[in-house]
């Protein structure tokens, strides 16, 4: 047996190497000892990675970003959104008051039927 790898198999592994070539280049030398803090591109949020575990040990939040440019038209919002709110808690003591005329109203339905039954209400030992 001849020990020669043949030219296609050489071809093929030296591109092989080099396709795992950056994968085995990025561990190679000495690694960081402590923790270092990176800054996020797309957010800007902040990241502390530890090399030895190589993972994120923590997380700070990106600074807020102001939604509107102007702030006249961030009072106008406000405004806005305060008035839909007061709307709305007037709704629900509109609601509230038809709610006690809503219940009396069934009450008396209830009494009424009542009396034009009958039979007496069932108890619950009858039910036993």
Do not use: N
């Not at 530890?50 to 102001?66: G, M, N, Q, Y």
Request: net charge positive; glycine share 6%.
């Amino acid at each position: 047996m001849s020990s020669a790898i043949s030219p296609a198999l050489s071809h093929d592994l030296g591109r092989r190497a080099a396709l795992d070539a950056p994968r085995a280049r990025c561990y190679v030398g000495p690694v960081a000892k402590k923790s270092f803090t990176v800054e996020c591109p797309a957010c800007r949020a902040k990241l502390t990675l530890d090399p030895e575990l190589r993972a994120v040990i923590a997380h700070e939040p990106p600074p807020p970003t102001r939604t509107v440019e102007d702030l006249g038209a961030a009072l106008d919002k406000l405004r806005s959104r305060s008035a839909q709110i007061e709307e709305r808690f007037r709704q629900g003591v509109e609601a509230e008051g038809k709610k006690g005329k809503l219940l009396d109203r069934k009450f008396q339905e209830g009494l009424k039927k009542a009396k034009d039954s009958p039979d007496p209400p069932k108890r619950p030992f009858d039910y036993e």
